[in-house]
């Protein structure tokens, strides 16, 4: 099975922790991409993704700033290999944000109006029974 891929800097101690999840969530994301999309709509096709994309960011961000189990140093390696997603990252640590699913649902710019998308309105503003689901990424519901 291939190596989650590195630069030729050796990983800091440490390393050998992580890399066994991440190997499994590296290949998760090859099946993801190699899985047939007929009958999918372009952006359902790419959900997966996004959730791996996701899991392995969040790993690394709850690894170090919740369990604090890595060092900053492994930390700085897998933001600079990108392993992880350091703008993800920082959206986190912002209040309000700690939920986020993926950064295209906060760009106003991807909207016709503007506006956020709509996994990011709380649920106690939508109406009762309504299901929500992110054209983006597939979430239903990072608002908290």
Not at 100 to 113: M, P
Request: include cysteine; aromatic fraction near 8%.
């Amino acid at each position: 099975m291939p190596k989650v891929r590195r630069s030729r800097k050796p990983p800091p101690d440490g390393w050998e922790l992580i890399e066994p999840t991440l190997e499994e969530l590296e290949q998760k994301m090859r099946e993801a991409e190699t899985e047939p999309h007929e009958g999918k709509r372009i952006t359902e096709s790419l959900w997966p993704i996004f959730k791996i994309h996701h899991q392995k960011t969040r790993y690394i961000y709850d690894l170090y700033y919740r369990r604090k189990a890595i060092s900053r140093e492994l930390y700085d390696y897998c933001l600079k290999e990108k392993i992880a997603d350091a703008n993800l990252i920082a959206k986190w640590k912002k209040s309000g944000y700690e939920n986020l699913c993926c950064l295209r649902c906060i760009q106003t710019r991807d909207t016709n109006f503007g506006t956020n998308c709509i996994c990011r309105v709380p649920k106690s503003k939508l109406e009762e029974g309504r299901i929500v689901e992110c054209v983006h990424c597939g979430c239903r519901g990072c608002s908290g």
